[in-house]
């Protein structure tokens, strides 16, 4: 009968007496045993003392003939540039396996990719050109010295990365027994370091439905309220939100001096045609925060 009380509790009934402790709680093992299937690739942006070109902050190594983007009359500030080779070899995915890659956002923090008129409050800028061997942009007049930040190398490492709990089965996923031993089992694979990525799946530090936030919004439909999910049209487009992929998550690092809002993040995405295309202007923005 102990077999088979743990057979279940591996495949969604109740956890087995020998992975529960005695206040209920699940335990490392049963946790993976249960959930590590779920897990998908990405991509960690790990710290790396060596100054290759992949980085976050500081200024861009971009073409001086790209113009540098702009958001109500001001220059946005620069977050990260990435080699896509580099990413490549870490994980081979639909983003094309070179060129370069440079993220911008409003300086003042004031967009949150809820409102389709939020559009021009980023921009992800891609470039075939060499960019390595290039130097520094200088910092265009009307951008404070304080969105300027502070340069952290950082190198392409594979991961595998499961779920956050929302997107987990509920008849599988139980959060007084499995929250804590589950969140605890999925940070394992980042340790120490930020959450800062490209593809897989998000941390969330709000709501886990980006994927149709981002469809929505950029269907012109408002979603800063409950009233947008409620547009006639969200049925139609409901749809389409598969084709969004997690292109890059930023969060809140003091290395870098970034602190999102309220201990918050920045999550960039793409639909996934977009990526094999080679398409980057219509990425779009999400910003949570506490």
Known sequence: MHWLKR??????????????SETGKADRASIKARF????????????????????LGGLPQMPSDT??????????AFLAQLDLAEVHSAMASSLPATGF??????????????????????????????????????????LPEEFIYQRKPVQAERIELLPDTPRLPSAEFDWKRDGDAYTNY???????????????????????????ECQLASNGIYV???????????????AGAREWKLLLQLDTDDDTG??????????FWMRESDMKAGDFSRAWMVFQCC
Request: net charge negative; aromatic share 12%.
């Open 258 to 267: 970034w602190m999102w809002g309220d201990v918050g993040t920045l999550y």
């Open 224 to 238: 800063g309220g409950p009233e947008g999910y409620k547009n006639p049209r969200v049925e139609e487009l409901r």
């Open 186 to 212: 999925r940070q394992e694979v980042f340790g120490e370091r930020t959450r800062h990525q490209v593809l897989g799946f998000p941390t969330p530090v709000q709501g886990d439905d980006m994927e149709l």
């Open 36 to 55: 590590a299937a779920l897990a998908q690739p990405a991509v960690l942006l790990a710290p790396h003392g060596a100054a290759g070109f992949s980085r």
């Open 7 to 20: 057979l279940l509790g591996l495949f969604g009934g109740e956890a087995s007496a020998s992975n529960v």
């Open 101 to 142: 890659l440079f993220f911008f956002y409003d300086q003042e923090q004031g967009v949150w990719g809820f409102d389709p008129k939020d559009v021009e409050g980023w921009q992800v800028v891609h470039t075939q050109a060499d960019c390595r061997s290039l130097p520094e942009r200088s910092a265009p007049e009307g």
């Open 67 to 76: 113009a540098w983007p702009q958001y109500g009359g001001k220059p946005q």
